[in-house]
């Protein structure tokens, strides 16, 4: 057995779904990736795997886009200075970088602005404003971010600045009052709320040219994968289309950035693993303004020492998150009763602590709240992010008071507090964790699209799936699981942290690739069916194309036999677990954690059931093992067991040699074995231990005395077969529990424990709408 690292469930279509898209010539794996997807008429299917530009809604249709492209317009026309303020993130880049292209090229009078994360914290701020006002900027733009700004909004009216807000975070009760807020949820008309900002700074783009600009589709699609927002709707024309320009891209600072990721085939994954990262990293660590110089760089060699920066920025912004993951790692091992994770430590870095956040959640299956201690102020700043199961933001907000402050949503949080309000914290989060969660929900849950056969793999479904892309939140990869006995499982990378398993049939073969899924080698048995869940790819070498499988994770059901018989002790120990129990003839001092116990149905009795159960010895009789097995009912059986003097290799001395040799006792008289060694090994080619064991079972049997090495012919001795002898007997039970359990091969030996355990049920399999 191998228990699985998330809570899986499977995506079931409604009964009366089922029928649904009978008209089309999808496969009836493709249908239901679309019903999964609430796609439910053929037009819905074609207008998704298809999309046109044409889909987009009308800017115009957001609540103040005309009074506000009229202002912009005047603005230009009367030569005044138009500030676009934007946020540190790759959403708030790449709006930034929308807006100025966009009034540049209406010949305004432009600059920007982005605040600084240690100093100035997130959005707008009054000093900020002030500076602008002395400057001389008439206009101010918010692009993601400043739909919460009312204080802001306010120093702009007193300013006699006119404030244009657009942005796509959640409206809080106050809206802030100024010249024109464009934003989805603040727009009754608009069909679609869940632009990115840089899909709102699209809009406007678009209103105040006068035409779509394609050409910005790029960047818009860099904000809108890079901030995780749904990728339906308008949010994947966006990233389709903006994906294509990116492809062919002639902006120069784009194609630097592209040169030094080192991209070719550019997918949602290149944005969201490489573009978006590093673009991220620069307002993490300093001021964001460098990214955005960047994308607007016109000489290439230029932008390519740029991108080297970035690319610099973005390896240290690697390096300070592992050593903070590394840091608060010890923290967490030194309170491993807490569900919630608190961790705090002066001088981390605050742009990444979200990210560290992050990086605990994966690892712990535990919320977890990451901060900055700031001693000189009293308090602490930091990010949070949560678990599936676990409202974060809800939870937080019933210790409000705590917080002097707090924000964020069911899954992610910022927030400030003093430094004696840590411990509060986290005691009462901890209170409510284990009040309100079993154990199971705090596995993160992994969505299963169906389930598949290896028959049913091939390059040209893998294709067909495809074509949903671009994949993101709401549109995830699909997720598959298999059910098979791997052909051959390895660890690979320089490392050995990685997993390869390879799958076979008499048509089809495929690879299942683990990334840091190398530890768990050594919990596969052979011939063991694996459940395995994950994503499909096609695999490119030397030309050649193959099916691949992208494990997200796996579990065995089954039990599972591990073979170490003949090895030496200490490589098996280090395989020992704790809720295990070792069998042996006699109970001796193997490893300390571990129970141990003999063949001894009493003794047995005494314990309870375990998972793994290490046979360390052979039994005297089969039926011993056979009850060991069926009392612990274990999911592993580690048959770690040696033979020293094997009587399954020994040579059975036949009728004759026990005729022969009771003749020449009987012939000599009484005499001393060791007398007689020599001449029967060197006459009878016999070794010592069948001569002794002759010797024993004619004693056993009553035909001779054995007595101070003396051995004696007795008179008359009653007459009986060779089998009678317990001598006899035990030497032939103890061949075949040898032949049976030591010197079979694995698959006959699996067959023997698979007859002891016919108590164990087959597990049920979940019912699904898959192939």
């Not at 228990?3 to 898209?21: A, C, F, P, T, V």
């Not at 676009?84 to 929308?98: E, I, K």
């Not at 000189?376 to 678990?387: D, N």
Request: with cysteine.
């Amino acid at each position: 057995m191998l228990e699985s690292k998330m809570k899986w469930r499977y995506n079931q279509i409604e009964d009366h779904k089922s029928s649904l898209l009978e008209n089309t010539d999808q496969s009836p794996l493709m249908k239901q990736l679309f019903i999964q997807r609430g796609l439910t008429t053929n037009e819905e299917v074609q207008r998704f795997l298809s999309p046109q530009i044409e889909d987009l809604h009308q800017p115009f249709l957001l609540k103040d886009m005309e009074k506000a492209v009229q202002r912009v317009h005047k603005a230009i026309q009367n030569e005044e200075k138009i500030l676009v303020f934007g946020d540190y993130d790759a959403d708030g880049v790449s709006s930034t970088v929308v807006m100025l292209k966009a009034l540049t090229e209406l010949g305004a009078k432009c600059d920007f602005y982005i605040p600084n994360r240690f100093t100035e914290g997130y959005g707008p701020n009054e000093t900020a404003f002030r500076t602008a006002s002395e400057q001389g900027y008439n206009v101010i733009i918010t692009v993601d971010t400043g739909i919460t700004s009312v204080h802001e909004a306010d120093i702009a009216n007193e300013l006699g600045m006119d404030l244009i807000i657009t942005d796509h975070h959640e409206p809080q009760t106050n809206i802030p009052e100024c010249f024109a807020i464009i934003h989805p949820k603040c727009s009754p008309d608009y069909p679609f709320k869940e632009l990115a900002g840089v899909g709102v700074a699209l809009k406007f783009a678009e209103a105040i040219l006068g035409y779509f600009p394609v050409q910005l589709l790029s960047y818009a699609a860099i904000g809108t994968i890079a901030d995780l927002v749904p990728l339906f709707d308008e949010n994947r024309v966006i990233a389709y289309y903006g994906l294509e320009e990116l492809r062919t891209t002639t902006d120069v600072g784009l194609k630097a950035l592209i040169q030094v990721c080192q991209l070719e085939d550019l997918d949602e994954q290149s944005i969201g693993f490489s573009i978006g990262p590093r673009l991220n990293a620069v307002g993490r660590l300093q001021d964001a303004d460098l990214a955005v110089e960047l994308l607007l760089m016109e000489d290439m060699e230029s932008a390519i020492e740029i991108a080297n920066e970035i690319n610099k920025i973005n390896d240290e912004r690697k390096k300070v998150v592992q050593r903070i993951v590394s840091e608060a790692d010890q923290i967490v091992k030194s309170k491993p009763e807490r569900r919630i994770i608190v961790v705090s430590n002066e001088g981390w870095n605050q742009g990444v602590l979200g990210i560290v956040a992050s990086h605990l959640v994966r690892k712990y299956d535990r919320p977890a709240i990451v901060l900055s201690t700031q001693p000189e102020l009293g308090v602490v700043k930091g990010s949070a992010r949560s678990i599936p199961a676990f409202d974060l933001f809800e939870g937080c907000m019933r210790m409000r008071d705590l917080f002097t402050h707090f924000g964020g949503h069911s899954q992610a949080a910022g927030m400030t507090l003093p430094i004696e309000n840590v411990d509060k914290l986290e005691f009462q989060l901890d209170n409510i964790l284990n009040n309100e969660l079993a154990e199971e929900d705090l596995k993160q849950e992994l969505e299963i699209s169906g389930q598949l056969s290896l028959e049913h793999i091939t390059l040209e479904l893998i294709r067909d799936i495809s074509k949903l892309a671009p994949f993101g939140m709401k549109n995830p990869k699909p997720v598959f699981q298999i059910k098979e006995i791997p052909a051959d499982i390895k660890r690979i990378g320089s490392q050995k942290n990685h997993l390869k398993m390879q799958f076979r049939t008499s048509s089809t073969r495929m690879d299942a690739i683990g990334f840091g899924w190398g530890d768990v080698y050594n919990q596969i048995a052979p011939q063991t069916p694996i459940k395995i869940a994950g994503e499909l790819s096609i695999n490119e070498w030397n030309g050649n194309q193959t099916a691949q499988l992208m494990i997200q994770d796996m579990k065995i059901d089954e039990w599972q036999l591990f073979d170490f018989r003949g090895k030496r002790r200490e490589n098996i120990i280090p395989h020992f677990e704790e809720d295990a129990i070792i069998v042996s003839n006699q109970t001796k001092n193997m490893v300390s954690e571990v129970s141990q116990v003999s063949y001894n149905k009493d003794i047995i009795s005494d314990y309870n059931k375990c998972q793994t159960v290490y046979i360390d010895e052979l039994p005297k009789h089969l039926d011993d093992l056979k009850y060991v097995i069926n009392y612990f009912q274990p999911k592993k059986i580690v048959a770690c067991y040696e033979v020293e003097s094997s009587n399954y290799l020994f040579a059975f001395p036949s009728r004759e040699d026990f005729v022969w040799f009771y003749a020449l006792i009987k012939k000599q008289g009484p005499f001393h074995m060791h007398t007689y060694l020599d001449s029967l090994r060197k006459h009878k080619g016999w070794n010592d231990d069948k001569i002794n064991f002759m010797s024993e079972v004619f004693s056993d049997l009553g035909f001779v005395k054995i007595e101070n090495g003396k051995i004696t012919a007795l008179d008359n001795p009653l007459k009986k077969d060779l089998s009678e002898s317990t001598v006899y007997q035990s030497r032939e039970q103890q061949s075949e529990i040898e032949k049976q359990l030591y010197y079979s091969n694995y698959e006959d030996l699996r067959k023997w424990f698979m007859e002891c355990m016919d108590y164990l049920e087959n597990p049920r399999e979940e019912a699904t709408h898959g192939i």
